[in-house]
């Protein structure tokens, strides 16, 4: 049901970086990003809307963080709670709400949710990591596409192609950042008589697998040699001496390119009836934490930026309070006056009413692929489980789960030392114990048994 007058809604513009750290934006005064003023685009966007301080993923792993946003719902709940699990046919996604609500819906970049058990030879088998996503797999986005379904599959950080609706290959010989956004220009250029809601899935500063390596554009190397550690990674072993710069490289050139879509909208006069978010799926602690990238519990792994601008985003805004990936769903349908049902997060703009109580006391988390976990990050604590080692990780949950990680956030902002078996904190392990029990219990339905890991 569309809550405002037709010729009143907004536009919606989502932009969707790939394993971005919160630190590299510089709005946020952490380094690396504030000292290098790595992002003047985003800081202006900042600067007119709204920050969110502590914006957490609530699942560290590409396709299930984008199953979340598309659906409002945890991955599990729909069988995604891995990658390479597609999206369900009949579950009802945020394009197919802007659709009935008369937008014009628009995706480009990477989807991750139209390919399952693409792997190997098991019967379920649907591969389109290197194809053309057929339209029942494109989560109901209808007027305008151009994506690929694993996009560091189908390019590299310079070069590749991706398809559009027709299913006609998208070729291109610049840096992917740039390309993406031309993409994105293409439709924004087209005569419209109806508001839009168009998601821009970037894939930078995303690892490129086949290579090994990061890759920003031609000279991050040199200009981001001498980059400011940041306190996480200071002290620790890893890839991040070696990567960080074209890492740092790949953030700028998201900055530039939200700069180009910034000025197209002002240019044709779209900017003041737009709204804008921009965040990411997950961070990164390059490989300091386990084996990867991300799938950890740690802030590294999953606090990320999201910043709004547009409707009641205006003003320059500072908001503290606790938010989820779960809440974009709705928070997305509610800028453009939509009301969904059944959701499981609230509109982060909630946060901006006068009085506003927070939206969340925790932010739950489900961690999967470097194990069967669960975790709660509150202001004070980062609590986190996991199944026994040995436990199936394709399985979404567990009924019994371990003491993993404590770390006390106030004293200990870069979780340098864990507390999961320190007899002063017993009772605050308890507490956030029976507070995680009782969240797997309302938000997946099921009744687990956490084992303490000390006194």
């Not at 919606?12 to 750290?21: A, G, M, T």
């Not at 899935?201 to 040199?222: T, V």
């Not at 998201?254 to 002002?266: C, F, I, Q, S, T």
Request: charged share 30%; glycine share 8%.
């Amino acid at each position: 049901m569309v809550m405002e007058k037709q010729q009143n809604r907004p536009n919606v513009l989502f932009l969707f970086s790939d394993q971005q750290r919160y630190d590299t934006v510089s709005c946020y005064g952490e380094e690396p990003g504030a000292r290098l003023k790595l992002t003047p685009n985003l800081d202006r966007l900042a600067a007119e809307g709204t920050r969110f301080n502590h914006a957490y993923t609530c699942q560290p792993v590409c396709g299930p963080a984008r199953v979340c946003i598309q659906t409002g719902l945890y991955p599990d709940a729909l069988g995604c709670h891995v990658n390479d699990r597609m999206l369900p046919e009949g579950t009802k996604t945020i394009a197919e709400y802007f659709n009935e609500a008369g937008y014009e819906t628009a995706y480009v970049g990477k989807w991750h949710l139209a390919s399952q058990y693409s792997f190997g030879n098991d019967p379920r088998k649907i591969d389109n990591k290197t194809k053309a996503i057929p339209e029942k797999y494109r989560g109901g986005y209808k007027d305008f596409w151009i994506a690929s379904d694993v996009l560091e599959f189908t390019s590299h950080g310079y070069g590749g192609y991706m398809y559009d609706a027709e299913g006609k290959k998208r070729e291109f010989t610049g840096y992917r950042v740039d390309a993406t956004t031309d993409f994105a220009l293409e439709y924004l250029q087209k005569p419209k008589d109806k508001p839009f809601f168009l998601f821009v899935s970037y894939i930078e500063p995303h690892y490129q697998n086949d290579h090994m390596h990061h890759e920003g554009p031609e000279g991050s190397r040199e200009k981001y040699r001498d980059f400011p550690v940041p306190g996480d990674l200071e002290g620790t072993k890893g890839d991040w001496i070696e990567e960080m710069p074209d890492y740092l490289g790949c953030c700028r050139s998201l900055d530039e390119n939200v700069g180009r879509l910034v000025d197209y909208l002002k240019k044709a006069g779209l900017y003041e009836n737009t709204i804008i978010f921009y965040t990411s799926d997950h961070g990164s602690h390059f490989r300091t934490r386990n084996q990867e990238y991300k799938r950890s519990c740690h802030d590294s792994s999953i606090h990320i930026p999201l910043l709004a601008k547009g409707g009641c985003f205006d003003g320059g805004h500072v908001v503290d309070e606790l938010v989820s990936v779960v809440d974009y769903a709705p928070t997305l349908l509610n800028a453009a006056g939509i009301e969904a049902a059944g959701m499981k997060g609230r509109p982060i703009q909630e946060l901006l009413k006068p009085g506003a109580e927070p939206i969340h006391e925790e932010v739950f988390i489900q961690i999967s692929e470097s194990c069967v976990g669960r975790a709660l990050r509150t202001r004070d604590y980062t609590y986190a489980v996991q199944a026994e080692e040995g436990f199936d990780l394709e399985l979404p949950a567990a009924d019994v789960y371990q003491e993993a990680y404590l770390y006390d956030m106030r004293k200990d902002p870069y979780q340098k030392k864990n507390l999961a078996a320190d007899a002063s904190y017993a009772e605050v392990r308890k507490q956030l114990r029976e507070k995680l029990i009782q969240k797997i219990r309302e938000e997946e339905g099921r009744t687990a048994r956490i084992v303490k890991a000390g006194p």
